[in-house]
């Protein structure tokens, strides 16, 4: 069970690292004007974008399996487990989020401020520093 666990957290740290970056890629196309520059974010973008999302679906497989297959966070006074859910689930949304948003800088119809981007990249921290206070302080 430890390399399971040892894995996910590699994976949820990686796939973090995307969530972290593909913003910041956002707020550089959001502020771009030069074709050849445009071209070459939207590059890396959708090579992150595809990268982290197997990264996600490793992490979330790894995470299934501790909770499904050893139990991890279930059975009563495991609340915290379903809040920590919660707020997976509001992180595949921002992933899914980021997905659209590179589909509009792929069709030049992006209509956001770099502005915009730079609070959007803000919403990944908070989320992280939620599920990593629910994980290990078990508040409730």
């Known amino acids: 069970m430890l390399y399971i666990k040892a894995f996910h957290i590699v994976f949820v740290a990686a796939w973090f690292a995307g969530l972290f970056y ?5 707020v550089n196309l959001a502020m771009e ?6 071209e070459r974010l939207v590059l ?8 982290m999302s197997l990264l996600a679906l490793l992490a979330l497989a790894l995470g299934i399996w501790l909770w499904q ?11 915290w487990m379903h809040a920590k859910l919660a ?6 949304g921002y992933h899914h989020a980021c997905g659209s948003i590179l589909k509009k800088f792929e069709k030049g119809v992006n209509q956001r401020s770099h502005t915009w981007f ?4 803000e ?9 990593v206070i629910l994980v290990v302080v078990k508040p409730f």
């Open 87 to 92: 707020t997976v689930i509001l992180l595949i």
């Open 22 to 26: 593909l913003p910041r890629i956002f």
């Open 69 to 79: 297959g050893y139990g991890i966070g279930s059975g009563p006074g495991n609340g």
């Open 44 to 51: 890396m973008a959708r090579r992150l974008y595809r990268f």
């Open 123 to 131: 919403v990944p921290v908070l989320l992280m520093i939620i599920a």
């Open 118 to 121: 730079r609070v959007f990249n």
């Open 33 to 38: 004007t030069h074709h050849a520059s445009i």
